[in-house]
């Protein structure tokens, strides 16, 4: 079994930078939703969607 990994902190930086309803954070959001959708599609390119999990964690929420 292998349990391959990827974090990304950006999301959470900008939220703290800019807020949670500003541009760059929907920017960074449309970057995450890209990445995800890439990933999905190579799963199911690969014939791999029976045997791979695909688990999205957050350390926390973000409100005004």
Avoid: C, W, Y
């Amino acid at each position: 079994h292998s349990f391959p990994t990827r974090r990304s902190s950006d999301l959470d930086q900008e939220g703290h930078r800019t807020g949670p309803h500003s541009a760059a954070i929907n920017e960074t959001l449309l970057e995450m939703d890209a990445f995800a959708a890439g990933l999905f599609s190579e799963i199911e390119k690969r014939n791999l969607t029976d045997v791979v999990d695909v688990i999205f964690v957050s350390d926390h929420g973000m409100t005004e």
